[in-house]
């Protein structure tokens, strides 16, 4: 059982607009920043969002983060199939010194 | 480019000790700025933070597998290891090793990642 929240599930058509959301406490998004993970079916996660809203080189603008308080948000729009992935946040904890993850978001491009 | 490869024993019995190591190329475990990391996702599962090694050897575990978790490195090969004791079957998971950023927006990142190991705890 994550100590972040995350939706189980999300879906939607292609072209569309989708968000994930993360809800966290003042030990972690209420306090660092937050960085969320793309993980493709049978592959290693993939930085996807760094520090709340920065894109790493390579990852379409299609992508964005943000965060209010303690809770941080995955938007994606222009949804494409290749979208089709787990989606999982990651703030620092400062009650571990270390990232905890949230439960992670099935995304379902139908 | 760096790159992280992890290798070790993908079946360990229940009550022993599972045992992997990380390569790491195109970049040194001596970087400053950088820790390096172990983390587990069991089949169908979340991703669960293992612990980590600071470039200095100093090491930090997940409270709740303090007890049973070791993280080193070893400079001269350019590698770090995972020992984890006492497996249960609770501890089948894929494992993967990541270079995790400690500096600046950067603090916390995990970039990039192994490709993954899957350990099986069976007897």
């Known amino acids: 059982q994550s100590v972040l929240t995350q939706p189980p599930s999300a879906s939607g058509t292609p072209g569309q607009r989708v968000t994930i959301s993360c809800s966290g406490s003042s030990s972690n998004i209420g306090s660092n920043t937050v960085n969320w993970y793309q993980q493709l079916p049978g592959k290693a996660p993939k930085l996807l969002i760094y520090?709340?809203?920065q894109r790493p080189s390579g990852v379409p603008d299609r992508f964005s983060g943000s965060k209010s308080g303690t809770s941080a948000s995955l938007a994606i729009s222009g949804l494409q199939s290749e979208d089709e992935a787990d989606y999982y946040c990651?703030?620092?904890?400062?009650?571990?010194?270390?990232?905890?993850f949230g439960g992670g978001t099935k995304l379902t491009v139908l | 480019q760096l790159q992280l490869q992890e290798s070790g024993s993908g079946l360990v019995k229940p009550s022993q000790t599972l045992s992997l190591t990380c390569a790491v190329s195109?970049?040194?475990?001596?970087?400053?700025?950088?820790?390096w990391s172990w983390i587990r996702q069991p089949p169908g599962k979340g991703l669960e933070w293992l612990g980590y090694?600071?470039?200095?050897?100093?090491?930090y575990y997940n409270p709740s597998l303090r007890s049973r978790v070791t993280i080193s490195v070893d400079r001269s090969k350019n590698q770090f290891s995972l020992k984890l004791n006492s497996v249960t079957a609770a501890d089948t998971a894929v494992y993967y090793c990541?270079?995790?950023?400690?500096?600046?927006?950067?603090?916390?990142?995990?970039?990039?990642w192994g490709q993954g190991t899957l350990v099986t705890v069976s007897s």
């Open positions: 195109g970049g040194s475990v001596s970087s400053a700025g950088y820790s």
């Open positions: 990541a270079r995790q950023a400690n500096y600046g927006d950067f603090t916390g990142v995990f970039d990039p």
């Open positions: 990651a703030p620092w904890d400062d009650s571990l010194y270390g990232p905890v």
């Open positions: 520090s709340d809203n």
């Open positions: 090694i600071y470039h200095s050897g100093i090491p």
